[in-house]
């Protein structure tokens, strides 16, 4: 069993930056891939970063590409969420997620999720 609290959401302006983080408790956090996913707006649920177990191998989104960075702390049990350049199209609310397989684009393989973290962006 793994809860997952994210933290570091907040209102910023376009252009400014946010560091999601995400702690784990439980055991064996480097069992698992971690993955952020956000809902904005009347939207679904989409697919934002993953990481792997050991933080080798990251992946993104199209829309974050080269804004946002993933990154783990494994003696921290802590996934984090570096936001740069945000855009008001960025709001949303945040969620971490982990798998006991692979990160995934799809929510599928994801075993845990946290409560989401709010991030609003203005114009």
């Known amino acids: 069993q793994v809860q997952l609290v994210e933290s570091g959401g907040g209102l910023v302006q376009a252009g400014g930056s946010l560091r999601l983080s995400c702690a784990a408790s439980?055991?064996?956090?480097?069992?698992?891939?971690m993955g952020w996913f956000r809902r904005g707006p009347g939207k679904e649920r989409e697919f934002v970063a993953g990481i792997s177990r050991s933080g080798a191998a990251t992946e993104y989104a199209d829309s974050v590409k080269g804004r946002f960075t993933i990154s783990r702390d494994n003696a921290k049990n802590t996934v984090y969420l570096q936001m740069t350049s945000l855009k008001p199209e960025d709001t949303a609310v945040y969620y971490c997620?982990?798998?006991?397989?692979?990160?995934?684009?799809?929510?599928?393989?994801?075993?845990?999720w946290g409560q989401g973290t709010q991030v609003t962006v203005s114009s």
């Open positions: 439980g055991r064996n956090f480097n069992w698992y891939s």
């Open positions: 997620a982990a798998s006991s397989v692979s990160y995934s684009h799809s929510s599928a393989p994801y075993n845990y």
